[in-house]
C-alpha cells in the first residue's frame, strides 16, 4: 500500500488526539471589534464613493430648460442631423462606391463615424454625463484633461467643434460660480480692467443686485401699453439702457444688428397675434406686425419722453448720477439710465414710510379700474367680448388687405403708399427666411439679414458705385479706379 493511503484505512491513534466538548465548538461570532484597524496610508483610488450624486445623467436633465441659452453662432447641423445631440467635432456620414478591381464594378456605401456613449464626469456640475461622442472627441477630452477643459476652451477652432449640445453644455458650465471665479482670475492676469471684468463676468451676487434693480425698473414704468411697450428680450439684457439710433432711409434699417432685432421684435408681434386669435396663421401676423411696426415704435417712444421728462425734473447731481454708477460698479452707464435707477430709489424710500405704500396701492388700484372701465366700455358698444375680439380682427384684416393691394391703389397718400410697400416687402423676406430656417431661430436671423441684402443691396455698395460711374462718366482710366478702389 501506498504510504499516501496508509491514514485512509487504519484507525486514528487515540494518543495524542485533542478532544473539545461540543459546547465549545459551537460557532461564534464577534460583534465589536476589539482593536482598530489602522487608516490606509495612501487611500485606493478605487474604492467607491459614499453618498453624493453617482448616477449618470443625460445632457437635458442637467442643461437647464427654462433659461435662455444664446444661440449657437453656427448653427444646426442640417446634413447630418445627429450631430445636435452629441459631440461629433465636424464628423458626419460620407458617401461613396466600392469599385471591383477586376470588372471596375460600383456599388454605393456609405461611412458612419465611430460614435460611443460615455459616461464623463463633470468637475463643476459634480455630475457623470452621459454623453454621445466620437471616438476622437475622447481622445481630446483625454488630452486636454477632462470634460470642463475641452468645453471651457476659448478658441474658435473649439467653439466650432462644439455643435449645439456642447455650446449649451458650456453655457451651463459658465454659470457654476468656481468656473465664474475662474474666468475672473484669466481676465485679470490678462490686465483687463475691473469694470469690464464685473461687466462680462459677474458674479452671482453681482447678478442678483442687477436682476432687483431690473425688477424695481419694470415695476416703476409708468402708464406703459403691455401690447405696444417693447421689454427686455434676454435674461442679460438691460432694461434701461437706451434704445440705439438706428440709420433708416425709406423705413429700411441698416446694420446687422439692428435687421436681427427688426426680426425678432416682429416674429414676437406675429406670435403674440396669433395667441390673441387676431389673425389665422403666421403669415398674416408677419405682415401685420411689419405694417403697425411704426405705431409700436411711436408709442414707445412717447412713453419713453415722458418718463426722460419726470426724470429731468428731479435735478439730480452729477456726484449722485457718479455714485450710483460706482455702486452698481457700472463705470460705462449714461446720465439717462443712472438718473433713472436713482428715481427708483427714491420712491422706494418713499413706499418705506407708513403710508406710503397705501398711497401707492390705492394710485395702482384706481388706475388699474380706469383701464379696466375703458376696456369694457369698448367691449360692451362692440356688442360683447366676441363681437369685440370679430371687430378687431376684421380691422386687421382690412390693414393687410390695404398693404398687398398698395402698390396698385394711387388713391392713396404717396407717404403712406411707400411705406405699406416697404413693410410687404420686407415681410415677404422675413416669411421666407422663417421657412428656410426650419425652425432654426439664427438661421432665420442670418435668412432675413441675406434677404435684404439680395432684396435692396448694400447702400456702402451703391455709394461707391455711383462715385465710379462719376469717375467713367469723367473719362477717367480703368487703370485709376482700380488703384482707387484698392486704397479703400
Same mark, same amino acid.
Given at each position: 500500500?501506498?504510504?499516501?493511503?496508509?491514514?485512509?484505512?487504519?484507525?486514528?491513534?487515540?494518543?495524542?488526539?485533542? &478532544?473539545?466538548?461540543?459546547?465549545?465548538?459551537?460557532?461564534?461570532?464577534?460583534?465589536?471589534?476589539?482593536?482598530?484597524?489602522?487608516?490606509?496610508?495612501?487611500?485606493?483610488?478605487?474604492?467607491?464613493?459614499?453618498?453624493?450624486?453617482?448616477?449618470? !445623467?443625460?445632457?437635458?436633465?442637467?442643461?437647464?430648460?427654462?433659461?435662455?441659452?444664446?444661440?449657437?453662432?453656427?448653427?444646426?447641423?442640417?446634413?447630418?442631423?445627429?450631430?445636435?445631440?452629441?459631440? /461629433?467635432? !465636424?464628423?458626419?456620414?460620407?458617401?461613396?462606391?466600392?469599385?471591383?478591381?477586376?470588372?471596375?464594378?460600383?456599388?454605393?456605401?456609405?461611412?458612419?463615424?465611430?460614435?460611443?456613449?460615455?459616461?464623463?464626469?463633470?468637475?463643476? &456640475?459634480?455630475?457623470?454625463?452621459?454623453?454621445?461622442?466620437?471616438?476622437?472627441?475622447?481622445?481630446?477630452?483625454?488630452?486636454?484633461?477632462?470634460?470642463?477643459?475641452?468645453?471651457?476652451?476659448?478658441?474658435?477652432?473649439?467653439?466650432?467643434?462644439?455643435?449645439?449640445?456642447?455650446?449649451?453644455?458650456?453655457?451651463?458650465?459658465?454659470?457654476?460660480?468656481?468656473?465664474?471665479?475662474?474666468?475672473?482670475?484669466?481676465?485679470?492676469?490678462?490686465?483687463?480692467?475691473?469694470?469690464?471684468?464685473?461687466?462680462?463676468?459677474?458674479?452671482?451676487?453681482? +447678478?442678483?443686485?442687477?436682476?432687483?434693480?431690473?425688477?424695481?425698473?419694470?415695476?416703476?414704468?409708468?402708464? /406703459?401699453?403691455?401690447?405696444?411697450?417693447?421689454?427686455?428680450?434676454?435674461?442679460?439684457?438691460?432694461?434701461?439702457?437706451?434704445?440705439?439710433?438706428?440709420?433708416?432711409?425709406?423705413?429700411?434699417?441698416?446694420?446687422?444688428?439692428?435687421?436681427?432685432?427688426?426680426?425678432?421684435?416682429?416674429?414676437?408681434?406675429?406670435?403674440? /397675434?396669433?395667441?390673441?386669435?387676431?389673425?389665422?396663421?403666421?403669415?398674416?401676423?408677419?405682415?401685420?406686425?411689419?405694417?403697425?411696426?411704426?405705431?409700436?415704435?411711436?408709442?414707445?417712444?412717447?412713453?419713453?419722453?415722458?418718463?426722460?421728462?419726470?426724470?429731468?425734473?428731479?435735478?439730480?447731481?452729477?456726484?449722485?448720477?457718479?455714485?450710483?454708477?460706482?455702486?452698481?460698479?457700472?463705470?460705462?452707464?449714461?446720465?439717462?439710465?443712472?438718473?433713472?435707477?436713482?428715481?427708483?430709489?427714491?420712491?422706494?424710500?418713499?413706499?418705506?414710510?407708513?403710508?406710503?405704500?397705501?398711497?401707492?396701492?390705492?394710485?395702482?388700484?384706481?388706475?388699474?379700474?380706469?383701464?379696466?372701465?375703458?376696456?369694457?366700455?369698448?367691449?360692451?358698444?362692440?356688442?360683447?367680448?366676441?363681437?369685440?375680439?370679430?371687430?378687431?380682427?376684421?380691422?386687421?384684416?382690412?390693414?393687410?388687405?390695404?398693404?398687398?393691394?398698395?402698390?396698385?391703389?394711387?388713391?392713396?397718400?404717396?407717404?403712406?403708399?411707400?411705406?405699406?410697400?416697404?413693410?410687404?416687402?420686407?415681410?415677404? +423676406?422675413?416669411?421666407?427666411?422663417?421657412?428656410?430656417?426650419?425652425?432654426?431661430?439664427?438661421?432665420?436671423?442670418?435668412?432675413?439679414?441675406?434677404?435684404?441684402?439680395?432684396?435692396?443691396?448694400?447702400?456702402?455698395?451703391?455709394?461707391?458705385?455711383?462715385?465710379?460711374?462719376?469717375?467713367?462718366?469723367?473719362?477717367?482710366?480703368?487703370?485709376?479706379?482700380?488703384?482707387?478702389?484698392?486704397?479703400?
Amino acid at each position: 500500500m501506498p504510504p499516501w493511503c496508509q491514514l485512509l484505512s487504519g484507525r486514528i491513534p487515540a494518543q495524542g488526539l485533542v &478532544l473539545r466538548s461540543a459546547q465549545s465548538t459551537q460557532r461564534t461570532y464577534a460583534t465589536a471589534v476589539t482593536a482598530s484597524v489602522p487608516a490606509p496610508a495612501v487611500k485606493n483610488p478605487l474604492t467607491r464613493r459614499r453618498g453624493g450624486d453617482l448616477g449618470h !445623467h443625460l445632457p437635458k436633465d442637467v442643461i437647464p430648460r427654462d433659461a435662455y441659452i444664446p444661440p449657437y453662432p453656427y448653427g444646426d447641423h442640417q446634413l447630418f442631423k445627429q450631430a445636435n445631440k452629441g459631440l /461629433y467635432g !465636424h464628423k458626419r456620414i460620407r458617401f461613396g462606391n466600392n469599385v471591383s478591381k477586376k470588372t471596375e464594378t460600383k456599388t454605393r456605401r456609405n461611412w458612419k463615424p465611430n460614435v460611443l456613449q460615455k459616461s464623463l464626469y463633470s468637475v463643476a &456640475l459634480k455630475k457623470k454625463i452621459k454623453l454621445v461622442l466620437a471616438k476622437h472627441i475622447l481622445k481630446i477630452i483625454d488630452r486636454e484633461g477632462g470634460l470642463d477643459e475641452y468645453l471651457l476652451k476659448d478658441s474658435e477652432a473649439r467653439i466650432k467643434e462644439l455643435g449645439p449640445m456642447g455650446w449649451a453644455l458650456r453655457w451651463t458650465l459658465m454659470q457654476r460660480p468656481e468656473v465664474i471665479d475662474r474666468l475672473r482670475a484669466d481676465a485679470a492676469a490678462l490686465g483687463l480692467d475691473q469694470s469690464t471684468i464685473d461687466e462680462q463676468w459677474p458674479t452671482p451676487a453681482m +447678478i442678483a443686485e442687477q436682476k432687483a434693480a431690473r425688477r424695481t425698473v419694470t415695476t416703476d414704468v409708468e402708464n /406703459y401699453n403691455p401690447e405696444e411697450y417693447v421689454f427686455a428680450d434676454t435674461e442679460e439684457q438691460v432694461m434701461w439702457e437706451p434704445r440705439e439710433e438706428l440709420e433708416k432711409t425709406n423705413g429700411l434699417k441698416f446694420g446687422k444688428k439692428a435687421q436681427s432685432t427688426e426680426y425678432k421684435r416682429a416674429i414676437i408681434a406675429a406670435e403674440r /397675434y396669433i395667441r390673441r386669435g387676431m389673425v389665422d396663421s403666421v403669415e398674416e401676423g408677419i405682415k401685420l406686425a411689419f405694417i403697425r411696426a411704426k405705431e409700436r415704435e411711436e408709442a414707445f417712444n412717447a412713453n419713453m419722453t415722458s418718463f426722460s421728462e419726470k426724470l429731468e425734473a428731479m435735478d439730480f447731481t452729477p456726484e449722485d448720477l457718479q455714485d450710483i454708477k460706482e455702486r452698481l460698479k457700472r463705470p460705462k452707464m449714461s446720465d439717462l439710465n443712472a438718473a433713472r435707477l436713482l428715481h427708483n430709489e427714491r420712491k422706494k424710500k418713499e413706499l418705506d414710510e407708513a403710508s406710503g405704500l397705501e398711497d401707492r396701492n390705492a394710485a395702482d388700484t384706481a388706475l388699474e379700474k380706469e383701464r379696466a372701465t375703458a376696456i369694457a366700455a369698448q367691449i360692451a358698444e362692440a356688442g360683447g367680448e366676441e363681437a369685440y375680439r370679430a371687430q378687431r380682427k376684421a380691422e386687421y384684416a382690412q390693414m393687410i388687405k390695404e398693404a398687398e393691394g398698395a402698390s396698385t391703389n394711387e388713391a392713396l397718400d404717396p407717404e403712406r403708399r411707400e411705406y405699406l410697400q416697404m413693410a410687404m416687402r420686407k415681410a415677404d +423676406i422675413a416669411i421666407r427666411a422663417k421657412a428656410e430656417a426650419s425652425g432654426s431661430y439664427a438661421k432665420a436671423k442670418a435668412a432675413y439679414r441675406r434677404g435684404l441684402y439680395e432684396e435692396f443691396g448694400d447702400p456702402n455698395e451703391s455709394s461707391n458705385r455711383a462715385s465710379r460711374d462719376e469717375m467713367l462718366a469723367d473719362g477717367i482710366s480703368w487703370d485709376a479706379i482700380v488703384k482707387s478702389s484698392n486704397k479703400r
